[in-house]
């Protein structure tokens, strides 16, 4: 961090990016950038109305059963 106790871009970038691979596993975090880059938007419109009012270990649980439900369906 700098000297004068403000976290630099890259280092909220990197924190971040390890927080959603914790979060969500790797795949699942790359999804997450990709779907988010696609488009402009208001990140914090979004995250008031657009995701349900659930903390980010909810979320991230939500995501992983998703993930496992998928990855277990036969595929056609």
Do not use: H
């Amino acid at each position: 961090m700098l000297g004068t106790g403000m976290t630099t871009e890259t280092e909220i970038r990197l924190r971040g990016m390890r927080a959603l691979i914790e979060a969500l596993g790797l795949v699942e975090a790359e999804r997450f950038v990709v779907s988010i880059n696609r488009e402009r938007f208001d990140y914090t419109t979004w995250r008031q109305k657009g995701l349900p009012d659930l903390s980010i270990e909810q979320i991230a649980a939500c995501a992983n059963q998703l993930s496992a439900d998928l990855d277990t369906k036969p595929s056609a």
